[in-house]
């Protein structure tokens, strides 16, 4: 029952998020949450040597408008 | 600059800072006092040259060249400069996809570790993007064009998913 009700709280804040977006303080909330959770992670898995990623040099000659949005 | 451009540079940049000053207080707030996230100013990218030193490097980015050009096409950008005490060890710039449905890490570079030992620095990087993506309303986080299957792998363990066709993972932030 308890669970039941923590999804419908989850689920209607999800669905006013939609509508509003995020406040300050539920953005702050859940940022304690997540980092929590990466540091935990980050533990565990070391980081890939050299760690750089992404395109720099395709990034400056692409156009803005060909993301595709799904 | 058009009135319409830096008045959308000014908005977001408050908003750049917002997000960057409440992922340090999220940081400091855990007990990890040293770091601190800010944006890519002069300071940095001063400071990014040294990497042209490293004899590890993977990558070959001339940040400041690189920055600066996209600094202007894209005022709603989200950009990020780690800092231990008063050691640069992180740079990532990225934006907003066109109708701002997700925002798009770019490219991320940790300072290589022969210039000197520093923390993991992903943690900090996926904080920033989270805190963003969420104030400018975006429904998910896109990290573009992962450089090898190590550090793709590497983002699949933080819960993020491949998409081979674009070559980008994300993770939705509902």
């Given at each position: 029952m308890m669970s039941q009700n923590t999804d419908d709280i989850t689920k209607a804040k999800q669905a006013k998020r939609q509508k509003t977006g995020w406040t300050m303080e539920e953005i702050k909330e859940q940022a304690a949450k997540d980092f929590k959770k990466y540091k935990e992670v980050s533990k565990n898995n070391p980081e890939p040597e050299g760690f750089a990623s992404g395109d720099m040099k395709k990034v400056l000659e692409e156009d803005e408008d060909n993301d595709e949005e799904c | 600059m058009l009135a319409t451009h830096a008045d959308a540079e000014r908005r977001y940049e408050e908003l750049r800072k917002e997000a960057l000053k409440a992922a340090t207080e999220t940081i400091q707030g855990q007990?990890?006092?040293?770091i601190k996230l800010c944006t890519i100013n002069n300071e940095a990218l001063k400071a990014s040259r040294l990497w042209e030193k490293s004899s590890t490097r993977c990558v070959d980015w001339d940040w400041f060249e690189g920055y600066h050009s996209l600094q202007y096409r894209y005022p709603k950008r989200f950009e990020m400069a780690i800092w231990e005490t008063n050691k640069l060890i992180g740079l990532s710039l990225g934006r907003p996809t066109y109708q701002g449905t997700a925002l798009r890490l770019d490219f991320v570079e940790a300072s290589p570790l022969d210039l000197g030992d520093r923390p993991a620095i992903i943690e900090y990087v996926l904080l920033g993007y989270d805190i963003y993506a969420r104030l400018i309303n975006a429904k998910q986080i896109r990290i573009m064009n992962p450089i090898n299957k190590t550090v793709l792998a590497y983002y699949e363990k933080f819960g993020y998913e491949y998409v081979s066709r674009s070559n980008y993972l994300f993770r939705s932030i509902l």
């Open positions: - | 007990d990890v006092n040293n």
